[in-house]
């Protein structure tokens, strides 16, 4: 036998294999019944019917703007018959129709294969796999049973452990995208578009990937494409999206040599009949949008509390999300940047007014008790404390703003969502908790270095009245007789924590909210910059029209 024919029968027994286990009915399968849908007023299917089979891989074919992407996301569950924009209607049934106990959506989690991957960067490989197996099982899973399976499933797939998530390539992100969902144990895998943008050679190795997991890891598996060619050998299943009479049928594989015709011409994009809105619409649509805005922050400050809860279904996770925001918030680079600060503050009160004393010669010997009294009292109470909310709400705020952007861009949040991680919890209240520790700790590093400066700064024009005389009288309004902590502390504590959580809603809003593209991010980052630090000077200003009248 030659080697060649060899092969051929190495390759003859290996599909046939492959035809026994795709024999073997795994998975669940998904019938849509009377599915209507459509986005932006504009219909995309009408009633329409189909069945993906359970166990199999099926193809949904459609041109681009069909609306393959939105059933993707539908049968994710990350689209809500909520949505401003996108309506949907009809039965979405999970498991056997005749089975009067066909699960729906809401009880049945599937897994994504993101087209942007949507791994988290900030884990390493095995964590992003680790951190699906914990939160997607209905039972408890060991850390230890965790890392097992994951170690596992990243050898199988080709995946390096000893890298940083971010550095890895293309291919072995793609890799560590289907390790991730194969890992979750769902019935159901989904692939958004996996080979768009590749070459011939890479789709092809794509295909071979997602087929080779199908068979050894047998799902329930849907992959939204336009990409037909590449994809076709690893098909069991074609369904076509078709645009014209908005309907998902099923393409006999004896019709499939002639699927680039039955997909025809891409959907006319027709432009609005109502033309732009005129400035008068837009001006209300604006003050709608701001009065909504303001009501929702009203709800979320109500429910503050609940938010506060650490309700996450590990600890482990939630500790590690929350560390990473601290390190955001408060991390070296924002502490030199405070330290900075609280510098050229106690320099510039500190040496300012004394340089820039009216007829310095005799006044200064007559107020210089007096001016460190008000030296001490500035910083402490009022001039660290704005200038260093300020600072963290315009740096630490746009850096999460920015962070939570890239995440909803990256699609990072939606596939927290579809590994059972609910984002309020798993990253606002980590945010919450990050300014609530990063504002105070900052604010009492900038005031130790502020004062430092002025004792310095003190120093080297007075030497002659030395340390004790600085410090008895830079502290004169701030110590009590009695007690560790100076006057007003309890105020200061006050306006420094309503800063925190108010920056910490405001950077999740801005971040949070939907973002199609990535200036979308840069605009979120703006307006958490313009509202945290407006929000900021607000409470300071509240808080001193109560502030200096109470009694210390
Ligand atoms: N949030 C939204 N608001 C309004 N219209 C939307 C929204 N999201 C998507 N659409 C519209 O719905 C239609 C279908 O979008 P979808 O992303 O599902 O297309 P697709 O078939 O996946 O196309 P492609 O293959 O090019 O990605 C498009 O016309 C798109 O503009």
Redesign the pocket.
Known sequence: MTESNINEAAKAASNSDRQQQREVPAGTAITLRAFSLS??G?P?LNDANVTFPAGKLTLVL????????????ILAGLIDEH????RYSGHINFGDEANTKARNHAEHPVAVVFQSFALFDELTPIENIEIAIEHSSQTTVSRNEANQKAHALLNELGVPEDRTTSVLSGGQQQRLAIARAVGMETDVVLYD?PT?GLDTNTAAQVAELIRDTQTKFTRTSII???DFEALKGIADHVVL?NHHDRTLQEVKPDQWSVLPELLGDP?R?ESSAAGPASATTRATQAIGRAMAACGEFVEQALLLPVALVPWWKSFRWGSRITWHYIKLVCGWSACFYIAIAGMIIGFVAQDFIFRYLPFRQYTEPLLIENLLHATGFSLYRFLVPILCTILIAARSGAAVAADVGSKVYGNQLDAMKTIGMNPSRSVRTPILYAFLIGVPLLTFLSYGVASLTSAVAFLSTHAREGIAFWDAHFHKELRLPTGVFYKGTGWLFGKLLTCAVGIAMISWKCGSA?K?SAPEISRGVTQTILWSTLFTLLVHFVFSLFEFKAPT
């Open positions: 986005a932006g504009k995309l459609g041109c681009s703007g069909v609306g393959k992407s939105l059933l993707l996301r949505h401003a924009a996108i578009e768009s939204v494409t336009h999206l959907p994009v939907p199609q």
